[in-house]
Every structure is written in structure tokens, then in C-alpha cells.
């Protein structure tokens, strides 16, 4: 299935896609999380949709990428996107993300910008 594609489905139907390339049941994932037995069948259903933090979980049990799980998008794309610029415009790409995010951190207030760096720092540890 092409990556497009992918990006077009769902978050339930991409849990599908790599459980089922696993060889699992969403039974087996939902207790390799310690999450109710039928949470993970719920998620790919589209009943109910994954926290940020089981989606990090989520994708160390299925051994996908969080980004791909989460938006369908392909680490070997983002890869190959950074090869065709060449190093000033990724670092000048760089420097703009990091302006926009500093924009966004400082609409938040104390509260939302420990949470996110709490985040940030789960994730990262994934």
C-alpha cells in the first residue's frame, strides 16, 4: 500500500494494518499496553482514539514509527525529502520550525508548557 494512501486512512485502520503485519489480536496488544482487553479493538474501530502517550507505547509494540502511526507519514520520506535540499535550506527550514514552535510555547501558559515538555520528554525516550 502506497504511503499516500496510508496517509488518507486512519489512525484505527493504520493500528489495524500494523498489528495484523505482526501477526497479533488487538488482545494481545491491548495486554502487552496493560490496557482493558478490548481497548485496542475499540481504537481500531475508530470507537475511540489513542492518547498521544499510548500512541508512543503503541508504536514500540507494533515496531512502527510513532510519526507513521500517528499521521501515516513514512521516515524514509521525511529522510529523502532532507537529502533534496541542500544543507542551507534545511538549516534556514530549521530555523523557521523552531520560530514557529517557540511562537506557539509562548501562547501557552505555565501549565500547558510543563505538559508539553513532560511530553516531549516521554517521547523521546521512544
Known sequence: MNTKKLQ???IGERIQIARKKLGSSSAKVSAAMDLSRSMC???????SNPSTAHLVKLAKVLGVSFAW??????EVEKVN????????ELKILKQTQL???TE?????DLEQQEKLVDFLQVATKY
Open 99 to 101: 520560530l514557529k514552535m
Open 8 to 10: 488518507k486512512i486512519g
Open 81 to 88: 525529502k532532507e537529502k533534496q535540499i541542500n544543507q542551507e
Open 69 to 74: 502511526l500517528a499521521t501515516g507519514g513514512s
Open 104 to 108: 506557539e510555547f509562548n501562547k501557552m
Open 41 to 47: 479493538s475499540q481504537w481500531e474501530r475508530g470507537i
